[in-house]
C-alpha cells in the first residue's frame, strides 16, 4: 500500500463550490505540507503542518484553508472554487528526526478543474 | 516566489549517452534536493545533497554544489528511456525546516 494517499484523484467542480481534498499517510510522520503545480512550473506551498495543533502558511495561502485531524490526515479546502485554482495538488510528508533535511515523501496527487 | 530555476528547461538525448541538469538558486541553503516526477505523477526523492559538501554520488546519478555560485547540477549516466521524466531541485533554507521551494524543471527524454 502507498505511504501518501491523496482522495480523490480526479475532480471536476464549478466556480463557487466547496472542495475538500485529503490526505493520509502511514509513514508516522509529524510533518505534512500542501502544494499546488500549474502546467509548466515547480511546486508552490500552499501550507504546512509540523503537528495537529500546529498550521503555516505557505506561499500561495490565500483561497486555502486545511485541517490537520490527526497525526495521519491533513485536509486542504477550497471554501469558493474559481478557474484559476485549476492545477495538481500534491501532499507531502517528512520526518521531524531528520527535520534538518527535510527530504519529503510525495502522494500520488490530486487534478482538480475548476470550471 | 520560487528559489530555483533548472536549465535546461528541456533536454532530449539518445539512450546511453549522459544528461546533465543545473540548478541555481538564490538565498543560503541548509540542503538541495533533486526530485524526479514521471507524467502527472508523484515527486520521488532522488538524492540529497548538503550545504556543506561538493559532491555526492547514488547509483547512475553525479549531483555537484556549488555554494559559493549557488548552483547545483545533476548529472545522469548511462541514460535510459525510463529516465524519460521532468527533473526538479528543490532547496531548504538555512533557517529551518519549512516547505521545500521548488523549481521549474527540465524534462528530459531519453530517446531509445
Known amino acids: 500500500d502507498a505511504d501518501v494517499t491523496q482522495t480523490p484523484r480526479n475532480r471536476i467542480t464549478k466556480t463557487g463550490k466547496r472542495i475538500m481534498l485529503e490526505c493520509s499517510q502511514t509513514?508516522?510522520?509529524?510533518?505534512m505540507y500542501w502544494y499546488r503545480q500549474d502546467p509548466g512550473l515547480g511546486l508552490r506551498l500552499i501550507y504546512y503542518s509540523f503537528d495537529v495543533k500546529d498550521i503555516n502558511k505557505g506561499e500561495i495561502s490565500d483561497g486555502y484553508s486545511v485541517s490537520r485531524q490527526a497525526q495521519a490526515k491533513f485536509s486542504l479546502s477550497l471554501e469558493s472554487a474559481i478557474p484559476n485554482q485549476t492545477a495538481l495538488y500534491f501532499c507531502?510528508?517528512?520526518?521531524?528526526?531528520?527535520?534538518?533535511?527535510?527530504?519529503?515523501?510525495f502522494g500520488p496527487g490530486t487534478r482538480l478543474t475548476v470550471l | 516566489s520560487q528559489q530555483g530555476e533548472e536549465d535546461p528547461q528541456a533536454l532530449s538525448i539518445q539512450e546511453g549517452e549522459n544528461a546533465t541538469m543545473n540548478c541555481s538558486y538564490k538565498?543560503?541553503?541548509?540542503?538541495l534536493q533533486w526530485y524526479r516526477q514521471n507524467s502527472g505523477r508523484g515527486l520521488v526523492h532522488l538524492i540529497l545533497i548538503r550545504s556543506n559538501e561538493r559532491e555526492k554520488h547514488s547509483g547512475r546519478l553525479r549531483v555537484t554544489l556549488d555554494t559559493s555560485k549557488k548552483s547545483s547540477s545533476l548529472l545522469i549516466t548511462a541514460s535510459r528511456a525510463a529516465d524519460t521524466a521532468s527533473y526538479f531541485c528543490a532547496t531548504v533554507p538555512g533557517g529551518g525546516a519549512d516547505g521545500l521551494t521548488f523549481g521549474k524543471g527540465t524534462h528530459l527524454i531519453i530517446q531509445p
Open positions: 507531502a510528508t517528512s520526518d521531524l528526526f531528520s527535520a534538518d533535511l527535510n527530504e519529503q515523501f
Open positions: 509513514k508516522g510522520h509529524d510533518r
Open positions: 538565498t543560503s541553503i541548509n540542503n
